[in-house]
């Protein structure tokens, strides 16, 4: 048996014994007294007893050892800053953000929202909650009011933080205006609001909610603010995904478990060791920029790097020129983000000199062969797929190089990871053996360290939602396909429901949908993924209008296709506007009333819809058909 099957198959065999080694990689206050606690499947607790602190080993505990080396490097090429922070640097920001939380009533087990851009008072936010066991709530900057206020009246936070406005390709996005919105939106009012104020725009100060950070700092300069011993199974964040039903799922994460998960992943998958510098181009918005640009690295003692700008701006080399300047030696990226620079002068990848760099890890969506090619061949280093989920915290798939050296195979994120029984499943519930057979990906209970405790306050959801019984015991589903080769190796082939994956990013199409109909002139709407070349899918919506008298000719319909953007984006943000908005007469659908959606999708692809007997009219296909053949 190769040294990394053994690895795995012992992760499974002696959990206990393979985690209680794991979990000398982080510091304790008080150990463990039992590594997992599966007596209520498939609710997973892990290191029971144990009382431990996230910010103390992401930031204090390397004090002694590299107080004076970089932790936290924020560049903006947006505002053309770059602001390096020692760990010292770090310790004393997170410690001022703590007691101003403090001060403005944020106490352990209250929650607080974080919604702001890619600054480094951002990462203050997260570090503070940790440090003071208040629970993080961070929404993707890039959502609008809609899914803001959904998340505030889920997460009824204490406090909000946030800030003036963030920027993108030079143009000013305003934080503040949708902030107040989502906050007038629902029904759940925070406490205080703390903002960041960057200048970037005016903000309109609500008295006695609104805090500026910059003034409640300067009365904490130095404050010392302990860090607060928390059970292992104290919840350190909640962060909300999408799924099959339009209300994003608030995906709760432990303490300890995920400090051990990242802290074993930091050693095993990504290789990266303490002085180092980790960059990872993810945003906090999502599990990437949570695991990969803010615990995970420091808490292997890396500096890490949070980028606020464009991949192409300045321009096209301003990662690497990134890589060179700092050294970088682990990056993290998407495929989209390789795809968009591999449009860029291909000498930007000879400019800068890339010694330091000793992978390039991949993940978010499928890894398509030519990108793959493309970057593995300019960069001439490692390119290493790897697959996972908000749900999990760190991958389910990958090669674990740090255990043993293994090839990867072009198309497959890789092999089942440590404390992950992973199989694949049939349509009629049973588990599939041998090589070569499409099934979903499952991974028998219990989830390892790390991964999701459960949903926010829906016990029954979580087990509902993800779990399901295969002989006997219980399997979480992952809802994407896969294909195991004879080697053991997966491949992805997509997600079994209603989530597409656009430019990396998680969106569901009925929280689309939901947005779209709120237009007055809709009443009906469809939204499917379909494959792009450069985002991998985009967002297509179909839809009935009401008053279909209004779509005169094309500039009619091009006002009204306008116009349903424009509430995506006011709802959603422009993270979710479909790419067209197609008017139809009727929606295809099953005679008891079910839209096809899979058929709409396949149509849109150029693919046979298969079969189509439960059709209730089949000129509604058709005239898709013809729309998009258009
Ligand atoms: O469909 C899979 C796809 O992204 C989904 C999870 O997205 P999210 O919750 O945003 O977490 C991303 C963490 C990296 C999965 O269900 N996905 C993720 N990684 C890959 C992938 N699809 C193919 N290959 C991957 N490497």
Redesign the pocket.
Known sequence: MTAYAEFHRRSIQDRDGFWAEQAQLVDWKSAPTQVCDYSNPPFAKWFVGGTTNLCHNAVDRHLKDRAGQAALIAVSTETNTERVYTFAGLHAEVQRMAAVLKDLGVQKGDRVLIYMPMIAEAAFAMLACARIGAIHSVVFGGFASGSLASRIEDSEPKVIVSADAGSRGGKVVEYKPLLDEAISLSSHKPGAVLLADRKLAAMNIVAGRDHLWGALREKHLNTVVPCEWVESTHPSYTLY??GTTGKPKG?QRDTGGYAVALAASMKHIYCGNAGETYFST?DIG???GH?YIIYGPLIAGMATIMYEGLPTRPDGGIWWSLVEKYKVTVMFS??TAVRVLKKQDPALLTKYDLSSLRALF??????DEPTAQWISGSLKKPII????????GW?I??IANGVEQKASKFGS?GVPMYGYNVMLMDDAGEELVGGDKKGVVMVEGPLPPGCMQTVWRDDDRFVKTYWQKLNGKYVYS???WGVRDADGYYF?L??TDD?I?VA???LGTREIEEAISSHPNISEVAVVGVADNLKGQVAVAFAVVKDASVLVDDAAHAKLEAEVMKVVDNTIGAVGRPARVRFVAVLPKTRSGKLLRRAIQAVCEGRDPGDLTTMEDPAALQQIKDLTAA
């Open positions: 995904t999408s995906v993810s999502w599990v990437v695991s998407a495929p991949l993940a978010g969506e499928p890894l797929d790897n697959y996972w989920q908000t749900e999990t991958p798939l990958g994120p992952t809802f994407d992805i997509g997600r989530v994956n990396g990013h998680r």
